[in-house]
């Protein structure tokens, strides 16, 4: 099961950081709009709700601005988040 | 006789299922008489089994990297020449092969089924797969250690089970339409059907509830979708302006309500993206559901997608071609090789490298010698010329060769120049209302061999692409790609993309 180590989904992670909108993507890949968590250590990711629509999601909205913890997995480069709460 | 080879991985099978892979093997030795009754000789290869690889005539792989199953592939093909391939298993059984996104956006890498389709050797350059010329699909099973056999087995049933049907079967379809892609989606269907009265479009109007639909309406037995799609996420999504995105499709409106036999192709982002979903505590993806339902092949892409609003490129075409030549009688998975070939015909000499990337992230899922239907119109021409299944894929791998000759793929610029053609290139961006773009890239095209001078300059030898990309603020997922081919002293042409 080599391939499917390599692939599969790890533990959940417990990450805090600031809820940014804005700029995503970095230098080399397209540079976008979204919704990111910024953490302590300057890692940007993706923040997608588990059950929340990825395109538009108020609820993450409101969180734009905000410091918070939050408890889910990464995939690839965005964070699929089960818990959000403030730290 | 024709052959198909079912390729696998024996440990990873039985890691995944234990001792029920004894019910597996035997769901196997039925579809090798079921297949042997359509006079299909099939063979079973493990390619991480001694005995196995032994029987098969090739090594046994030294371990299940993408590398060394690609050449186990190719080894086969070389060996066996089959008619079919079948990778069974999903990409924990069998690996997908990555292949370097040559286009702008967030995928790191296009998982992709296509390498196994090329006869050249393992490499993460889509450059080396410009010439596909096997018929090649995967039927998966659910990723992740399985308590039960059971969706495997269902899958393997539904592709035993089914007998062609008519194509007029076929011609009855459900589609869905994000509705700023209604005139791109409508052009899809009129083309393959004659007529689009049937699409759905999402939203209807401004609406901003999800969709469901009853069995009823997803009764038809071709599915089409033109429509958003997110990484990891059990649904596709319309779009109606830059902030209504309701749910277009949810995987689990599927369950109990698919016809036997459906064949589904999506365009959408990530539409046939093979992901675990227990960890994640997500619904199941909307390929898994379809072919867990009873659908006998689904078309999809791994990654972001791309097409117009509206007029067809891209992923329209290449599931626009798909759905013509099941249409037309072709076996699965030689619908998806002349469709993957008629891409290319249409798209080259020089691929841009936004289609590049769609050539690598669709792939088929299901049995690529199930024959959804007969064309009766086929039947009738045949009683005056016949084709044979060899000879059909002695064709179709040398068109392919031919294709990988005359093609030249794009590769981004190691060093970014600016277009000498400002005013030219300003008329474009104006004409199609594209702003100010967000970023520009630069893309060479592979020089190639053995051409005349003529030739050289009425193919645009010395042609380059720029790609502009344009981000809409506050809409994250509304992305604009405007493609311009230049010459040395001439724009050549351009083309706009949406991100699906």
Request: glycine share 8%.
């Amino acid at each position: 099961m080599k391939e499917g180590k390599k692939k599969s989904i790890g533990a959940d992670k417990v990450m805090t950081g600031r809820v940014v909108k804005g700029p995503f993507g970095g230098v080399s890949k397209s540079a976008h709009e979204a919704i990111y968590l910024e953490t302590e250590t300057g890692e940007k990711l993706k923040l997608v709700r588990v059950g929340g629509n990825p395109f538009n999601d108020p609820e993450l909205n409101k969180l734009v601005g905000k410091s918070v913890q939050v408890k889910g997995k990464v995939v690839d480069y965005q964070l699929m988040a089960k818990e959000i709460g403030p730290v | 006789m024709s052959v198909k080879l079912i390729i696998s991985s024996k440990k990873n099978l039985q890691y995944k299922y234990g001792t029920k892979l004894s019910q597996v093997e035997a769901a196997l030795g039925k579809m090798v008489k079921a297949d042997k009754a359509r006079k299909i000789d099939t063979r079973i290869v493990y390619v991480d089994d001694a005995a196995s690889c032994k029987a098969a005539g090739i090594k046994k792989v030294p371990n299940m990297g993408q590398a060394a199953c690609k050449k186990a592939v190719d080894d086969l093909f070389a060996k066996h020449m089959p008619a079919y391939t079948m990778l069974l298993g999903c990409h924990d059984v069998f690996p997908l092969q990555d292949i370097d996104n040559p286009a702008e956006d967030e995928d790191f890498t296009v998982p992709s089924d296509l390498p196994y389709a090329c006869d050249a050797p393992y490499s993460r350059s889509i450059s080396a797969f410009t010439g596909p010329g096997r018929v090649v699909g995967r039927l998966p099973d659910l990723p992740g250690k399985q308590k039960t056999p059971a969706y495997i087995l269902t899958v393997l049933t539904n592709a035993m089970e089914h007998k062609p049907v008519s194509a007029n079967v076929y011609h009855k379809y459900f589609a869905v339409s994000a509705q700023v892609w209604r005139k791109s989606t409508e052009m899809t269907l009129r083309t393959l059907f004659s007529d689009s009265k049937a699409l759905v479009l999402s939203p209807k109007a401004k609406e901003t509830t999800d969709a469901t639909y009853t069995k009823a309406q997803l009764k038809p037995s071709l599915h089409f979708y033109n429509c958003h799609g997110a990484n990891t996420d059990p649904n596709y999504y319309g779009q109606r302006g830059s902030n209504n995105y309701p749910v277009a499709l949810n995987s689990g409106n599927l369950i109990g309500n698919i016809t036997k036999g459906t064949v589904a192709a999506a365009e959408c982002c990530y539409g046939a993206q093979l992901y675990d979903a227990a960890p994640l505590g997500v619904g199941q993806a909307v390929c898994y559901n379809y072919l867990g339902e009873g659908a006998i092949a689904f078309v999809g892409s791994s990654t972001i997608a791309y097409g117009p609003a509206d007029s067809n490129a891209l992923a329209d075409l290449i599931t626009q071609y798909y759905v013509r030549s099941i249409l037309k009688g072709a076996s699965s998975g030689r619908a998806f090789l002349e469709a993957r070939q008629q891409f290319l015909t249409d798209s080259g000499p020089q691929l841009d490298p936004y289609e590049l990337k769609t050539l690598a992230q669709f792939y088929l899922l299901g049995d690529p010698s199930v024959q959804p239907a007969i064309d009766e119109d086929v039947m009738t021409t045949k009683i005056m010329a016949m084709n044979t299944i060899s000879n059909s894929r002695a064709a179709l791998f040398s068109k392919g060769m031919s294709l990988k000759q005359n093609l030249q793929p794009s590769h981004k610029a190691k060093r970014f120049v600016k277009s000498s053609l400002d005013k030219e290139m300003q008329d474009v961006l104006n004409a199609v209302n594209f702003g100010t773009p967000d970023q520009e890239f630069l893309y060479g095209v592979d020089e190639m061999s053995g051409v005349s001078g003529l030739q050289k300059k009425l193919m645009g030898q010395d042609a380059r692409y720029r790609a502009f990309i344009k981000h809409k603020e506050g809409a994250p997922f509304e992305t604009k790609v405007l493609v311009v081919k230049e010459g040395k002293d001439k724009l050549l042409g351009w083309r706009l993309y949406e991100r699906r």
